[in-house]
Nanobody, 119 residues
Framework: EVQLVESGGGLVQPGGSLRLSCAAS????????MSWFRRAPGKGLEWVLG????????LNADSVKGRFAISRDNAKNTLYLQMNSLKPEDTALYYC????????????WGQGTQVTVSS
């Protein structure tokens, strides 16, 4: 059974940092492109960052450029999201998701972890 389990969310002050983790199981993690998404209160789902299987290429949304970074440890089957210089508008439920090989379609999602940026 494919499972993606996010962790690491919480309450942080503006300007602070958090690192989210996404533990993958039930599939060969090192073969899949992975992404982070978020859903802010009252807004739609937003793609945030993506990373290819070998970590040689990452992509990010303009809204997080220079502040967030995606990485992975294929030996640990874990995806990471390092978030720095957090802003109140980064408050959201953050999800990791797996891409179906060769399609760009996301087929499995985690349950999400809440990040709240507030003083």
């Amino acid at each position: 059974e494919v499972q993606l389990v996010e962790s690491g969310g919480g309450l942080v002050q503006p300007g602070g940092s958090l690192r989210l983790s996404c533990a993958a199981s039930g599939f060969t993690f090192k073969y899949y492109y992975m992404s982070w998404f978020r859903r802010a209160p009252g807004k739609g789902l937003e793609w945030v960052l993506g990373i290819n299987p070998s970590s040689t290429r990452t992509l990010n949304a303009d809204s997080v450029k220079g502040r967030f970074a995606i990485s992975r440890d294929n030996a640990k089957n874990t995806l990471y999201l390092q978030m720095n210089s957090l802003k109140p508008e980064d408050t959201a439920l953050y999800y990791c998701a797996r891409v179906i090989l060769g399609t760009g379609v996301y087929d499995y999602w985690g349950q999400g972890t809440q990040v709240t940026v507030s003083s």
